[in-house]
């Protein structure tokens, strides 16, 4: 079974990759909104959304504990 950490670095490479934020020929409708916010984008993929995920996981073990 993988660790936590290569299995979030996944996660956050496949939705760059899901946002297409390295391809800057793609200038029209939503991808110019995410182009002009690539910074804020990444710095949320990155930082902040495995934090709100690692505090929902921890929610829910310790949910898990008290029942069992």
């Known amino acids: 079974m993988p660790t936590t950490q290569p299995l979030r670095t996944r996660l956050v ?15 029209f409708g939503f ?3 995410m182009h002009a916010k690539a910074e804020q984008v990444t710095r949320f993929l990155e930082d902040d959304l ?19």
């Open 13 to 27: 490479d496949k939705l760059k990759k899901l946002f297409q934020l390295n391809q800057r020929d793609l200038d």
């Open 31 to 33: 991808y110019r909104i």
């Open 50 to 68: 495995l934090a709100v995920i690692a505090a929902v996981f921890g929610e829910v073990d310790e949910s898990r504990k008290a029942q069992l």
